[in-house]
């Protein structure tokens, strides 16, 4: 294995943390073949200092890594993996060029950690660090270097050093100090790796600040459009006064420079003396490319790539992410602002075309970030309000300026000689003035860049300053612009107390020439709402639900029920998407109770991003305990606002709401909470919901109309009507898994009513029936684990709404059988055996042996059996013969001796006491909640489970079926097999002149009827065959046939020598078109009783028949 070689020459002045600082030159070559490589370790001519802190095994070990710090220098570190041997053939090759001048800008360091002691130090350094200046363009270029080399698997990291940028005091040092450094990256496979460089403070080699042959050094190696670079000249290379060409690339072979294009002339200016000839190079023109400077004598030469500087072009986007805002509350005027650029730092100036100050621009920038922070806030008419000192300053300008001017240095007065730290509250001030009554220093723009040391706040990570007198752009005015420090950014803007209207925001780098805008409207909201329907008509103890579109706004509160119904509740709404309506769904026979049910229980929504219920969300002692909207109150009593304070009971605002709309008796001699709204489930009357507006309201909501929304948008009338149950049917379905759909357009499709179901088919019950689905989605506790008067367990057991489209288990519905409610519904047979129950369907049998599939809205629901199964079944196996049943539905309040009432209503328990939905009061009270006590409805319906059958219609005394030998012969049957099951009829001969086999697939009418041709004119009479029926592939019935005579109609059409002898003929004749007449035979007895048919005919009939025929062929010859 070849070993790369690795020629080191160079001079090193350490002067790093960690590192004792040594100079030393040295020139060795690490590394040989390995042939020529003694076998010995060798001893390594040139010690290497060793870091007292050294990179981490990931680092060492990872994949290249690249993170430029934007205010700190950058430095690249090549770190070799501790198995060196076998990654130096796929290691970069790197070639480190460092010119003169570099100061404290580059230093070039070998440090090893101790962990590769000795080991492989005689190869090569372990880490190399080059150590550069973050505003260099080096640094850009040495991050490119590394990401190319990632295809090697360098194990390469970028680290960050904290070095002492220059500052304008030393800038003529900091000319001197620019150099120009590249490094090229190529992936090896073998061979040698040769390191090349020079680093020192006093070199006085070639000048020029990257590597290359020429003697310019720029400013800055990468540079954006807009901003000015300055390239600074060795001396007496050029003089000052002298003509220097500025000339754009546009064509390179590597590194050599093939050809170029002229730009512009420049002068070169001296700035001290000799040796500080420079260029003030302008790039607001310039396109993006690479650019050198050269002089006619030639003294100034750019042979390569090297001695070049890059422009480029710095983007710039903006956005808010809603283009309209509501100036009225705090809340509703913040958006979020979107300010993008590739460039990490940089100055940004925002104006607003002058319809902004730069005070209102500090404001709408600061506000929401000051909001976020703890211990301080602003309210809705943009005032900041120190929480600790209770202190409001009039805006966060006003904030600003009084710590800036303050005899404070890092602390607001608040007033009242109370200072409040800002640091404390997250708020970053410099340059706080040292004496009282001090003007805000102000910042400058020379044209290029921004100038001065001014005054500024930074939080929630924007950074705001502003701009002094005449400091004015060709964009706008010095007081119509805001500085911001911090570049782009991603945060919350406020418009709190702005006027209305449109504002077209600018935004500009203050040293580039990229620019953004944006747009927004600053609008009071015309808010509307609108319900989809304006009644609807729901069972008491089933699932309501309303349908409100916003218009103009996203958020809205809804108020269901009034004085008249005695019973209240509010919500909170906010759409996920205002374009759309909202859909609430709520259990009628859960709402309002309290007992073990959380508002989740209740409510199911789409489309709504928050809701929040008085009943179940207030937050006792609250101002509003739900959200309130905008600056709005949300309840009073004629036009006294109400709040938990109002009443001695109430501990909530909407409690002091119900008492004064006369709901509850909130006063302290009642004691009464929400808990005590409702005695039993909601009973069946008309509920109002009603849509409020809130904005330009001092209250939404008054109850001294009895609870009416102060600004009503929209209403609905939501009709509990009595439950009931109707009509039982019964359904035959194709065979299939009883919950193959839960969809009831499907179900329905599938179906068809008939009392007799076949065995393996689907029995579907239909049972017309309100006032349990709430139950159904609530999953109503078994009786069992419920005790009269007691809350314990009698709450929902597992909630879900999905199951009003997807289908439910039978088990949800045997749970309420087995639970208080006084619901009881079974399909049994009609009678058992000795001893043993009745065959039933098995409520609690597994989803595809039975299935309930609801119908809500319809006040239906079916119940799906798979006849097939044996565990569709209790008390036995699915019958194998024909059996009776019934299904069977029933409401009972005639259990108890009194009406349905909850374990802690009335006087059962103390006031404010909750109950649960499922627990009666006691057993006396344990009746179905929505009757009148004694009063029941029930409902039934009879059917048959029988084998799959099938009864020809042209059977002859011999229970043959008889078929004419003709092309068009119909075979016809009856059968009680599932219309849409795929069945076929087959004839197959067993004693016939010629044998056959033919069959058709046939369709099952609704009434079970069958019907299909077949040509068999080529069979002779008194040919035998089998009739099978088959269903789903499977045979059913086979019944023997026979072929009979065909007997041909004057309009050339065949007829089956058939008998008829059973329909009726009302003058016992019918005449034929073309004069011949069918006679009505007799009975086909004959007068001594013994029977004379012929198949198909009775005798007389035959001959009549033969007869008409001979003279049909007759007249057809004449």
Same mark, same amino acid.
């Not at 002068?267 to 003396?273: A, K, M, Q, S, Y």
């Not at 913040?334 to 005070?359: C, E, H, I, P, Y």
């Not at 909470?673 to 309201?697: K, S």
């Not at 059962?908 to 409805?937: I, M």
């Given at each position: 294995?070849?070993?790369?070689?690795?020629?080191?020459?160079?001079?090193?002045?350490?002067?790093?943390?960690?590192?004792?600082?040594?100079?030393?030159?040295?020139?060795?070559?690490?590394?040989?073949?390995?042939?020529?490589?003694?076998?010995?370790?060798?001893?390594?001519?040139?010690?290497?200092?060793?870091?007292?802190?050294?990179?981490?095994?990931?680092?060492?070990?990872?994949?290249?890594?690249?993170?430029?710090?934007?205010?700190?220098?950058?430095? %690249?570190?090549?770190?070799?993996?501790?198995?060196?041997?076998?990654?130096?053939?796929?290691?970069?090759?790197?070639?480190?060029?460092?010119?003169?001048?570099?100061?404290?800008?580059?230093?070039?360091?070998?440090?090893?950690?101790?962990?590769?002691?000795?080991?492989?130090?005689?190869?090569?350094?372990?880490?190399?660090?080059?150590?550069?200046?973050?505003?260099?363009?080096?640094?850009?270029?040495?991050?490119?270097?590394?990401?190319?080399?990632?295809?090697?698997?360098?194990?390469?990291?970028?680290?960050?050093?904290?070095?002492?940028?220059?500052?304008?005091?030393?800038?003529?040092?900091?000319?001197?100090?620019?150099?120009?450094?590249?490094?090229?990256?190529?992936?090896?496979?073998?061979?040698?790796?040769?390191?090349?460089?020079?680093?020192?403070?006093?070199?006085?080699?070639?000048?020029?600040?990257?590597?290359? *042959?020429?003697?310019?050094?720029?400013?800055?190696?990468?540079?954006?459009?807009?901003?000015?670079?300055?390239?600074?000249?060795?001396?007496?290379?050029?003089?000052?006064?002298?003509?220097?060409?500025?000339?754009?690339?546009?064509?390179?072979?590597?590194?050599?420079?093939?050809?170029? #294009?002229?730009?512009?002339?420049?002068?070169?200016?001296?700035?001290?003396?000799?040796?500080?000839?420079?260029?003030?190079?302008?790039?607001?023109?310039?396109?993006?490319?690479?650019?050198?400077?050269?002089?006619?004598?030639?003294?100034?030469?750019?042979?390569?790539?090297?001695?070049?500087?890059?422009?480029?072009?710095?983007?710039?986007?903006?956005?808010?992410?809603?283009?309209?805002?509501?100036?009225?509350?705090?809340?509703?005027?913040?958006?979020?602002?979107?300010?993008?650029?590739?460039?990490?730092?940089?100055?940004?100036?925002?104006?607003?075309?002058?319809?902004?100050?730069? #005070?209102?621009?500090?404001?709408?920038?600061?506000?929401?970030?000051?909001?976020?922070?703890?211990?301080?806030?602003?309210?809705?008419?943009?005032?900041?309000?120190?929480?600790?000192?209770?202190?409001?300053?009039?805006?966060?300008?006003?904030?600003?300026?009084?710590?800036?001017?303050?005899?404070?240095?890092?602390?607001?007065?608040?007033?009242?000689?109370? *200072?409040?730290?800002?640091?404390?509250?997250?708020?970053?001030?410099?340059?706080?003035?040292?004496?009282?009554?001090?003007?805000?220093?102000?910042?400058?723009?020379?044209?290029?860049?921004?100038?001065?040391?001014?005054?500024?706040?930074?939080?929630?990570?924007?950074?705001?300053?502003?701009?002094?007198?005449?400091?004015?752009?060709?964009?706008?005015?010095?007081?119509?612009?805001?500085?911001?420090?911090?570049?782009?950014?991603?945060?919350?803007?406020?418009?709190?107390?702005? *006027?209305?209207?449109?504002?077209?925001?600018?935004?500009?780098?203050?040293?580039?020439?990229?620019?953004?805008?944006?747009?927004?409207?600053?609008?009071?909201?015309?808010?509307?709402?609108?319900?989809?329907?304006?009644?609807?008509?729901?069972?008491?103890?089933?699932?309501?639900?309303?349908?409100?579109?916003?218009?103009?706004?996203?958020?809205?509160?809804?108020?269901?029920?009034?004085?008249?119904?005695?019973?209240?509740?509010?919500?909170?709404?906010?759409?996920?998407?205002?374009?759309?309506?909202?859909?609430?769904?709520?259990?009628?026979?859960?709402?309002?109770?309290?007992?073990?049910?959380?508002?989740?229980?209740?409510?199911?929504?789409?489309?709504?991003?928050?809701?929040?219920?008085?009943?179940?969300?207030?937050?006792?002692?609250?101002?509003?305990?739900?959200?309130?909207?905008?600056?709005?109150?949300?309840?009073?009593?004629?036009?006294?606002? %109400?709040?938990?304070?109002?009443?001695?009971?109430?501990?909530?605002?909407?409690?002091?709401?119900?008492?004064?709309?006369?709901?509850?008796?909130?006063?302290?001699?009642?004691?009464?909470?929400?808990?005590?709204?409702?005695?039993?489930? !909601?009973?069946?009357?008309?509920?109002?919901?009603?849509?409020?507006?809130?904005?330009?309201?001092?209250?939404?909501?008054?109850?001294?109309?009895?609870?009416?929304?102060?600004?009503?948008?929209?209403?609905?009338?939501?009709?509990?009507?009595?439950?009931?149950?109707?009509?039982?049917?019964?359904?035959?379905?194709?065979?299939?898994?009883?919950?193959?759909?839960?969809?009831?357009?499907?179900?329905?499709?599938?179906?068809?009513?008939?009392?007799?179901?076949?065995?393996?088919?689907?029995?579907?019950?239909?049972?017309?029936?309100?006032?349990?689905?709430?139950?159904?989605?609530?999953?109503?506790?078994?009786?069992?684990?419920?005790?009269?008067?007691?809350?314990?367990?009698?709450?929902?057991?597992?909630?879900?709404?999905?199951?009003?489209?997807?289908?439910?288990?039978?088990?949800?519905?045997?749970?309420?059988?087995?639970?208080?409610?006084?619901?009881?519904?079974?399909?049994?047979?009609?009678?058992?055996?000795?001893?043993?129950?009745?065959?039933?369907?098995?409520?609690?049998?597994?989803?595809?042996?039975?299935?309930?599939?609801?119908?809500?809205?319809?006040?239906?629901?079916?119940?799906?059996?798979?006849?097939?199964?044996?565990?569709?079944?209790?008390?036995?196996?699915?019958?194998?013969?024909?059996?009776?049943?019934?299904?069977?539905?029933?409401?009972?309040?005639?259990?108890?001796?009194?009406?349905?009432?909850?374990?802690?209503?009335?006087?059962?328990?103390?006031?404010?006491?909750?109950?649960?939905?499922?627990?009666?009061?006691?057993?006396?009270?344990?009746?179905?909640?929505?009757?009148?006590?004694?009063?029941?409805?029930?409902?039934?319906?009879?059917?048959?489970?029988?084998?799959?059958?099938?009864?020809?219609?042209?059977?002859?005394?011999?229970?043959?079926?008889?078929?004419?030998?003709?092309?068009?012969?119909?075979?016809?049957?009856?059968?009680?097999?599932?219309?849409?099951?795929?069945?076929? !009829?087959?004839?197959?001969?067993?004693?016939?002149?010629?044998?056959? #086999?033919?069959?058709?697939?046939?369709?099952?009418?609704?009434?079970?009827?069958?019907?299909?041709?077949?040509?068999?004119?080529?069979?002779?009479?008194?040919?035998?065959?089998?009739?099978?029926?088959?269903?789903?592939?499977?045979?059913?019935?086979?019944?023997?046939?026979?072929?009979?005579?065909?007997?041909?109609?004057?309009?050339?059409?065949?007829?089956?020598?058939?008998?008829?002898?059973?329909?009726?003929?009302?003058?016992?004749?019918?005449?034929?078109?073309?004069?011949?007449?069918?006679?009505?035979?007799?009975?086909?007895?004959?007068?001594?009783?013994?029977?004379?048919?012929?198949?198909?005919?009775?005798?007389?009939?035959?001959?009549?028949?033969?007869?008409?025929?001979?003279?049909?062929?007759?007249?057809?010859?004449?």
């Amino acid at each position: 294995m070849n070993v790369p070689s690795l020629l080191i020459s160079t001079s090193i002045v350490v002067s790093e943390p960690g590192v004792t600082s040594l100079s030393e030159t040295y020139g060795e070559r690490f590394g040989r073949p390995c042939a020529s490589r003694p076998a010995t370790t060798p001893t390594p001519t040139v010690v290497v200092q060793r870091a007292t802190t050294t990179p981490t095994t990931s680092q060492r070990r990872s994949d290249p890594v690249v993170t430029i710090a934007p205010t700190a220098d950058c430095g %690249l570190a090549v770190c070799s993996p501790e198995n060196v041997i076998s990654r130096l053939r796929a290691c970069l090759a790197l070639r480190v060029l460092v010119k003169r001048n570099c100061g404290t800008r580059c230093r070039f360091i070998h440090v090893y950690p101790p962990a590769l002691e000795p080991k492989y130090t005689k190869y090569l350094p372990t880490l190399m660090y080059i150590s550069i200046a973050p505003t260099h363009s080096a640094c850009n270029r040495l991050a490119a270097a590394v990401r190319l080399g990632q295809s090697a698997r360098a194990m390469c990291a970028l680290q960050r050093y904290n070095i002492q940028t220059m500052t304008e005091r030393n800038y003529s040092e900091k000319l001197r100090a620019v150099f120009l450094a590249a490094i090229m990256v190529t992936s090896v496979v073998g061979g040698t790796v040769a390191f090349t460089g020079a680093v020192s403070a006093g070199d006085a080699g070639p000048a020029g600040g990257v590597p290359g *042959d020429g003697n310019v050094n720029y400013e800055s190696n990468l540079v954006f459009q807009g901003q000015n670079n300055l390239a600074a000249f060795n001396a007496g290379d050029v003089s000052d006064g002298d003509t220097v060409v500025l000339r754009r690339v546009t064509a390179e072979d590597g590194t050599t420079i093939d050809s170029s #294009q002229f730009v512009e002339e420049y002068t070169v200016e001296g700035v001290d003396g000799p040796g500080d000839e420079v260029i003030d190079i302008d790039t607001d023109d310039l396109e993006a490319d690479d650019y050198f400077v050269v002089d006619q004598d030639g003294d100034v030469t750019t042979p390569t790539t090297a001695g070049t500087f890059e422009v480029t072009v710095q983007d710039l986007s903006a956005e808010f992410d809603d283009d309209e805002v509501l100036p009225g509350t705090f809340s509703d005027s913040t958006v979020t602002l979107d300010v993008s650029s590739g460039r990490s730092t940089f100055d940004l100036n925002v104006s607003a075309d002058g319809d902004l100050s730069d #005070q209102e621009l500090f404001n709408i920038h600061a506000a929401a970030q000051i909001n976020s922070l703890s211990g301080v806030s602003v309210n809705d008419n943009g005032e900041v309000v120190i929480s600790g000192s209770g202190e409001t300053f009039s805006s966060p300008y006003a904030l600003f300026r009084e710590e800036v001017t303050s005899a404070d240095t890092g602390a607001a007065n608040t007033g009242s000689g109370d *200072d409040t730290p800002l640091s404390t509250l997250g708020v970053s001030v410099n340059n706080p003035d040292s004496s009282s009554g001090s003007t805000i220093e102000k910042f400058g723009h020379n044209g290029d860049v921004v100038t001065g040391s001014g005054d500024t706040v930074t939080v929630g990570g924007i950074t705001l300053g502003f701009y002094a007198q005449d400091q004015d752009s060709d964009t706008a005015d010095f007081d119509e612009k805001v500085l911001v420090r911090s570049g782009g950014f991603d945060a919350d803007v406020s418009f709190v107390g702005q *006027d209305e209207g449109s504002y077209d925001f600018d935004f500009e780098a203050a040293d580039t020439e990229a620019s953004a805008t944006a747009s927004v409207s600053v609008q009071e909201r015309d808010a509307d709402a609108s319900f989809e329907d304006g009644t609807q008509a729901v069972g008491a103890g089933d699932i309501a639900e309303f349908n409100v579109t916003l218009s103009d706004n996203d958020e809205t509160y809804v108020q269901i029920g009034g004085e008249n119904s005695n019973f209240i509740e509010v919500l909170y709404l906010k759409a996920d998407d205002s374009d759309e309506p909202m859909e609430v769904r709520f259990n009628t026979r859960l709402l309002g109770t309290t007992g073990n049910v959380q508002q989740s229980d209740v409510y199911d929504t789409t489309n709504v991003d928050t809701i929040e219920s008085a009943i179940y969300s207030a937050s006792a002692g609250t101002p509003s305990d739900i959200t309130a909207a905008g600056s709005a109150s949300l309840y009073e009593d004629d036009g006294t606002g %109400l709040s938990a304070s109002t009443t001695s009971a109430g501990s909530t605002a909407f409690e002091a709401y119900l008492d004064a709309a006369g709901i509850i008796d909130a006063s302290s001699n009642g004691g009464e909470t929400v808990a005590d709204q409702l005695d039993r489930p !909601l009973q069946p009357t008309d509920y109002q919901i009603a849509v409020a507006g809130y904005t330009g309201e001092s209250y939404v909501f008054d109850a001294d109309p009895g609870g009416e929304a102060n600004n009503q948008l929209a209403s609905q009338t939501l009709e509990l009507t009595q439950p009931e149950i109707g009509d039982i049917t019964i359904h035959t379905a194709p065979e299939e898994s009883a919950d193959d759909t839960s969809d009831v357009s499907a179900l329905v499709d599938a179906a068809t009513p008939r009392e007799e179901v076949a065995l393996d088919d689907r029995l579907v019950v239909q049972v017309e029936a309100t006032g349990i689905y709430g139950a159904l989605v609530a999953d109503a506790p078994v009786s069992s684990s419920v005790t009269p008067g007691n809350n314990g367990g009698a709450g929902p057991q597992d909630v879900n709404f999905d199951i009003l489209e997807d289908g439910a288990s039978t088990s949800r519905l045997q749970n309420l059988v087995d639970s208080r409610e006084n619901v009881d519904f079974e399909v049994a047979g009609e009678t058992g055996t000795g001893n043993q129950a009745p065959l039933e369907v098995d409520l609690g049998a597994s989803d595809s042996d039975t299935f309930l599939v609801l119908d809500n809205d319809g006040g239906q629901f079916f119940l799906v059996t798979d006849t097939s199964s044996d565990s569709a079944f209790a008390n036995g196996d699915a019958p194998d013969e024909e059996t009776e049943f019934e299904a069977f539905m029933e409401y009972d309040a005639d259990d108890g001796d009194n009406r349905f009432e909850f374990a802690n209503a009335g006087g059962s328990g103390s006031a404010g006491t909750a109950s649960a939905p499922f627990s009666p009061r006691g057993s006396a009270y344990q009746n179905y909640p929505y009757l009148l006590q004694g009063e029941t409805v029930s409902s039934t319906s009879a059917l048959t489970l029988a084998p799959r059958t099938i009864e020809y219609d042209n059977l002859n005394e011999d229970e043959q079926v008889q078929v004419a030998n003709a092309e068009g012969a119909e075979v016809s049957a009856t059968t009680n097999v599932a219309p849409g099951t795929d069945t076929e !009829l087959r004839l197959r001969s067993t004693d016939a002149s010629s044998s056959f #086999q033919v069959g058709n697939d046939v369709n099952i009418s609704e009434d079970g009827s069958i019907s299909t041709t077949y040509d068999l004119s080529n069979q002779e009479v008194g040919d035998l065959f089998d009739a099978n029926f088959r269903v789903e592939g499977s045979s059913v019935d086979t019944t023997e046939g026979v072929i009979v005579e065909s007997v041909s109609m004057d309009d050339g059409e065949e007829m089956n020598e058939t008998d008829d002898s059973e329909e009726d003929m009302d003058d016992g004749e019918e005449d034929m078109d073309d004069g011949e007449e069918m006679n009505e035979t007799d009975d086909g007895e004959s007068e001594d009783g013994t029977s004379e048919e012929t198949p198909g005919f009775g005798a007389i009939v035959a001959l009549v028949a033969l007869i008409g025929a001979a003279l049909l062929a007759t007249r057809r010859q004449n």
